[in-house]
């Protein structure tokens, strides 16, 4: 595992443009069955814009920016020995269809637990005027290489 990871910071994803239909898509995988997911009049008439995606839906941005992680030469991580261990969002407000966000990535730990790696990243996802909408907050356990043998 490459310590030096702690601390790095991405470059921004391309823009993602939160569409309703996707929206409605993720509300029905994760049975989110709240109007307001799926109904546009339903979500107006409690102060939105358009259909608000479930608070997961934020993975679907931050998804982006793990990519980039996962694909850095030098990080030492492998896919085949990897899993997704924790997952936490801190909102400032919800994400809702029409959005336009863009998310940057931060590693902000590392922890060796067994010879297994613990790295902890912050996705920090704003909307078209800059405005910060949820910071996405994952945990990625590498099991050692001796695990794998």
Do not use: C, W
Request: charged fraction near 20%.
């Amino acid at each position: 595992m490459n310590n030096d990871l702690v601390g790095r910071e991405f470059p921004p994803t391309p823009p993602y443009l939160v569409g309703r239909e996707k929206v409605r898509e993720f509300a029905r995988a994760v049975f989110a069955d709240a109007p307001l997911h799926t109904d546009v009049e339903a979500a107006r008439a409690l102060g939105h814009a358009d259909v608000v995606a479930p608070p997961t839906f934020a993975m679907v941005i931050q998804d982006l920016t793990l990519q980039q992680l996962l694909g850095e030469p030098d990080s030492g991580i492998e896919l085949a020995r990897t899993i997704h261990a924790e997952q936490r969002f801190a909102y400032s407000r919800p994400i809702v269809a029409g959005d336009e966000l863009t998310a940057k990535l931060s590693v902000t730990g590392i922890r060796m637990m067994a010879g297994n790696a613990m790295i902890t990243s912050e996705a920090a996802i704003t909307d078209a005027a800059g405005e910060h909408v949820v910071t996405a907050t994952s945990v990625l356990l590498v099991g050692s290489e001796e695990d794998s043998a």
